[in-house]
């Protein structure tokens, strides 16, 4: 992935605990589970970000 990527996949992680937050302060449990939803959306973009560095260090290491 992308440095590009991973950052975008960061920046919807913290937009989603603060939406999150924002709902628990005001007692909207919409908000709190939207908030909730797109953090764990980020944490499986960035869960594939990691396997795809991953890949690319295990195939560079058989590179000549």
Do not use: C, W, Y
Not at 23 to 46: F, H, I, M, P, S
Request: aromatic share 2%; charged share 40%.
């Amino acid at each position: 992935m992308s440095l590009g990527d991973k950052i975008r996949h960061k920046v919807e992680e913290v937009a989603g605990m603060a939406k999150e937050k924002v709902g628990d302060k005001t007692d909207n449990e919409r908000l709190q589970a939207e908030g909730a939803t797109e953090q764990t959306e980020a944490n499986v973009k960035q869960a594939g970000d990691h396997v795809g560095d991953a890949a690319r260090d295990t195939r560079d290491a058989f590179k000549p």
